[in-house]
């Protein structure tokens, strides 16, 4: 019979680099079936957020911006990293939705949590469901953001997703999330 898996053990750790939202280190790590491996490399990432927001009147909010490590634009939806002082990821996650969009929500709940790359990363995106949600405040972007807001109908979204015309992973998995808790995706 066949040994379980056990988890790898960190032997030792280094640090790279380090800044506020990510940091890289390389470790040497103990297999769980034996042996060692040099360097492994991990990037520690923030907890993210990712808001499938949906208006008052029914349409889903997206957010176009240009991406420079693939040299496209992409189109997202609102969300982004918790900051050092915030404890609860739901109030990144209305942070986040109120600064880049202007808009608040009625109702919100987590629906998911996905790992962006387990293999290298060592943090996770919380998808968060918003209903009911209205333009409140003025958009209020980070020093670096650009972005413009685009409001698709269900039908829009499910087509895009159909072409391939979505091209973040992670935003894929939200968008597929939040059309099922919409009922409008069923598994």
Same mark, same amino acid.
């Given at each position: !019979? ?9 032997? #030792?750790?280094? %640090? ?23 360097? $492994?490399?991990? *990037?520690?990432? #923030?907890?993210?957020? @990712?808001?499938?927001?949906?208006? #008052? #009147?029914?349409?889903?909010? /997206? ?18 990293? /918790? ?12 942070? +986040? *939705?109120?600064?880049?969009?202007? %808009? ?25 469901? &918003? ?13 670096? +953001? ?8 269900? &039908? ?12 973040? @992973?992670?935003?894929?998995? &939200?968008?597929? $999330?939040?059309? /099922? &808790? !919409?009922? +409008?995706?069923?598994?």
């Amino acid at each position: !019979m066949k040994e379980p898996l056990k988890p790898w053990k960190q032997l #030792s750790t280094e %640090y790279l680099h380090r800044e506020n939202w990510f940091s890289l280190r390389r470790d040497r790590v103990l297999k769980g079936g034996g042996g060692e491996m040099y360097p $492994y490399y991990v *990037l520690e990432y #923030s907890t993210w957020a @990712s808001i499938f927001s949906v208006t #008052s #009147s029914g349409k889903i909010i /997206m957010m176009k911006q240009y991406r420079y490590g693939l040299g496209e634009f992409s189109l997202e939806l609102p969300g982004g990293i /918790m900051d050092p002082h915030e404890t609860e990821v739901l109030v990144a996650a209305k942070r +986040e *939705l109120r600064e880049e969009t202007g %808009y608040t929500c009625g109702e919100i709940r987590e629906i998911a949590k996905v790992a962006p790359n387990p293999a290298t990363s060592n943090n996770y995106m919380h998808v968060f469901f &918003a209903t009911g949600c209205e333009q409140t405040h003025v958009q209020d972007f980070d020093p670096h +953001e650009e972005l413009e807001l685009i409001f698709m109908e269900v &039908a829009e979204v499910k087509a895009l997703l159909r072409e391939n015309k979505i091209i973040q @992973s992670l935003h894929v998995s &939200a968008l597929f $999330y939040g059309l /099922m &808790a !919409m009922g +409008e995706l069923k598994i």
